[in-house]
């Protein structure tokens, strides 16, 4: 090799070293640039730092710097730029997960749930995250994040069992549901039945939003249909076990005879809330609910909540039109 040559790929080493050392300083920049008020150069810094990619690793430190920022939005736009720069970013921020800082742990897990399966390695420190925060909120975005690194929850399934059933703050309880849900929707895995643990929760909004996924997520809420019917026997709130009731009968409409004495009685409940419910439920039911009609047509005359004499009233008239 002749001496021009080795001199040329050296002055080429040397500059890519140079830029490539250059990156984290550039990076910082053009993050400065985004806060300036001219919006053309705010466009201009934000196209460049959509560029970042796989192979951007000297601006993932000033990325995560980048967390501490006082305006959400920047926090934002750092999240998602390590987002797009994938699994290059994720030792770093795994490692971001121990700060004391609890921005920079919050989007930390927001930016590994970004980054989805390729995050996979930071399983474990999100793990600990979910079991030892002692931030709530914390404990709330890593079990998200952990549910979009691994949908079918093959390695997961722990932390997030866990969270759902053993945090003690309803909050975190609620947030593994929302989490679930937004998964289980497109995951071919059985995920109904975790999601029907929430109806044994002390917690009463929980129960009813655990019976609400599970109806949104229609047929594939087949197996939690066991744990709906022992949740309609041994529920003692009555708005719970109408939400219930009207689950379980539209997962299972041959589960109808369990739930109509739920609901029928409820047409008797004190609460107004819980009778206009009731008389909904059965009108969605339509002809299978005929067994109801003199209950309702009872409840269409004599109740003393004009809104529940027109719930029933309406629930007739759908009966009756689908005879």
């Keep these: 090799m002749n001496t021009r040559l080795i001199l040329a790929l050296s002055l080429l080493f040397f500059a890519c070293a140079t830029v490539r050392a250059q990156d984290a300083e550039e990076v910082r920049k053009l993050l400065a640039q985004l806060k300036v008020k001219d919006i053309s150069d705010r466009q201009a810094a934000l196209r460049e730092l959509q560029k970042l990619g796989p192979k951007s690793a000297d601006a993932v430190k000033p990325l995560i710097e980048a967390f501490q920022d006082k305006d959400p939005e920047m926090r934002q736009i750092a999240a998602n730029l390590l987002g797009n720069i994938g699994k290059t970013a994720v030792p770093e921020l795994a490692e971001a997960l121990q700060s004391k800082d609890q921005l920079v742990r919050r989007q930390a897990c927001i930016a590994l749930a970004k980054i989805g399966p390729d995050a996979a390695s930071a399983m474990n420190a999100l793990g600990v995250a979910v079991q030892s925060d002692k931030d709530k909120e914390i404990r709330s975005f890593a079990v998200a994040a952990l549910v979009k690194i691994d949908p079918t929850l093959k390695t997961a399934h722990a932390f997030v069992k866990d969270a759902f059933l053993k945090d003690t703050d309803k909050d975190v309880r609620l947030a593994v549901l929302f989490a679930l849900e937004g998964v289980a929707s497109k995951s071919e895995a059985p995920l109904a039945a975790l999601i029907a643990g929430g109806l044994q929760d002390k917690e009463k909004n929980i129960r009813i939003a655990a019976a609400a996924i599970l109806g949104r997520l229609g047929d ?104």
Excluded: C, F, H
Excluded at 275 to 284: D, N, P, S
Excluded at 292 to 300: C, R
């Design 220 to 323: 594939k809420a087949g197996d939690a249909v066991p744990a709906l019917e022992a949740a309609l026997q041994a529920e003692k709130d009555a708005e719970v076990r109408i939400s219930v009731a009207q689950v379980l009968v539209e997962l299972n409409p041959a589960k109808l005879p369990k739930a109509m004495p739920v609901l029928l009685i409820s047409l008797k409940d004190p609460n107004a809330d819980v009778r206009r419910g009731a008389a909904y439920i059965l009108g969605q039911i339509g002809s299978a609910a005929k067994e109801a009609i003199p209950a309702l047509t009872e409840a269409s005359t004599k109740d003393a909540s004009g809104e529940v004499r027109q719930a029933a009233t309406k629930a007739l008239e759908k009966i009756r039109a689908k005879q």
